[in-house]
T-cell receptor
Framework: GQNIDQPTEMTATEGAIVQINCTYQTSGFNGLFWYQQHAGEAPTFLSYNVLDGLEEKGRFSSFLSRSKGYSYLLLKELQMKDSASYLCAVIDSNYQLIWGAGTKLIIKP | GAVVSQHPSWVICKSGTSVKIECRSLDFQATTMFWYRQFPKQSLMLMATSNEGSKATYEQGVEKDKFLINHASLTLSTLTVTSAHPEDSSFYIC????????????FGPGTRLTVT
């Protein structure tokens, strides 16, 4: 079966750094997305990785290791508005998007 | 660019009635549209995938006669919840993909349905 694992919930302090991990076992791989979803709102795109390595975009960075079936989303200089759920999703060999359950990130002052 | 709208944003209806939700891609042609349902504190659940001009492909466990999907044009898809029941109350989100190299899905703002 296909499976994506993320921690259910994480807590971090405003101004700090947090890393949200995602491991996947899917039938094939054609890329991995990270989305941010605030409560009661639709997901918004954060990043896309298809090659190994780190992609940096402002305060957010995403890393991929295809051989390990592993990705992480790194958030720096945390702000209160970063409190949200972060969803990891993988495109499989049939170009289906497989969603993780999401990680709820709580930022404390 | 890549804006997707949904209408209505929220709707309250009585049990047994039908509700139609529209999803539009405003500035691109959506070759594929997706319909998701999300219950409180749960992840997205894909209900169906539709390509313009063809029948939708429903995920296992989703009743195609209850959740009617029409993707009549490259910019519009509709989801009709027929004979709604309180257990259908949920947050319904559509997304659209224009294909290409990215396969990124652009999400609409969602529709909150409450069935009384």
């Amino acid at each position: 079966g296909q499976n994506i694992d993320q921690p259910t919930e994480m807590t971090a302090t405003e101004g700090a750094i947090v890393q949200i991990n995602c491991t996947y076992q899917t039938s094939g791989f054609n890329g991995l997305f990270w989305y941010q979803q605030h409560a009661g709102e639709a997901p918004t795109f954060l990043s896309y990785n298809v090659l190994d390595g780190l992609e940096e975009k402002g305060r957010f960075s995403s890393f991929l290791s295809r051989s390990k079936g592993y990705s992480y989303l790194l958030l720096k200089e945390l702000q209160m508005k970063d409190s949200a759920s972060y969803l990891c999703a993988v495109i499989d060999s049939n170009y289906q998007l497989i969603w993780g359950a999401g990680t709820k990130l709580i930022i404390k002052p | 660019g890549a804006v997707v709208s949904q209408h209505p944003s929220w709707v309250i209806c009585k049990s047994g009635t039908s509700v139609k939700i529209e999803c539009r891609s405003l500035d691109f042609q959506a070759t594929t549209m997706f319909w998701y349902r999300q219950f409180p504190k749960q992840s997205l659940m894909l209900m169906a995938t539709s390509n313009e001009g063809s029948k939708a492909t429903y995920e296992q466990g989703v009743e195609k006669d209850k959740f009617l999907i029409n993707h009549a044009s490259l910019t519009l898809s509709t989801l009709t919840v027929t004979s709604a029941h309180p257990e259908d109350s949920s947050f319904y989100i559509c997304s659209a993909s224009g294909g290409g190299d990215y396969y990124e899905q652009y999400f609409g703002p969602g529709t909150r349905l409450t069935v009384t």
